[in-house]
């Protein structure tokens, strides 16, 4: 059984930092893409940044002040989250798409962390 567990969230002031980490564990063979997403109250689950083989992309909304980053030895993703604003101000999400046992690949989501930016 693979797992995502999030941390790093909380309560920060507009113009803050924080760094979201997610690490992978369970039977793992390989981990192709690994990503963050956030879904805010009354709102669908949005995409925020990804990374594969290196190659990252990230949601118009944050480009210049996120930055996604993955250590493969650890199979854990990192998302720095700088000039917060309020409307960044959700619980996100890390995914992970996993080949394991099976030979098969999968895509696992974590429980979620919530991050709140006071104004």
């Known amino acids: 059984q693979v797992q995502l567990v999030e941390s790093g969230g909380g309560l920060v002031q507009a113009g803050g930092s924080l760094r979201l980490s997610c690490p992978a564990s369970?039977?793992?063979?390989?981990?192709?893409?690994m990503g963050w997403y956030r879904q805010a109250p009354g709102k669908q689950r949005e995409l925020v940044a990804t990374?594969?083989?290196?190659?990252?992309n990230y949601a118009d909304s944050v480009k210049g002040r996120f930055t996604i980053s993955r250590d493969n030895a650890k199979n854990t993703v990192y998302l720095q989250m700088n000039s917060l604003k309020p409307e960044d101000a959700a619980v996100y999400y890390c995914?992970?798409?996993?080949?394991?046992?099976?030979?098969?690949?999968?895509?696992?989501w974590g429980q979620g962390t919530q991050v709140t930016v006071s104004s």
């Open positions: 990374i594969r083989s290196g190659s990252t």
């Open positions: 995914n992970a798409n996993i080949i394991g046992s099976g030979g098969t690949s999968r895509s696992y």
């Open positions: 369970g039977i793992i063979f390989s981990i192709n893409a």
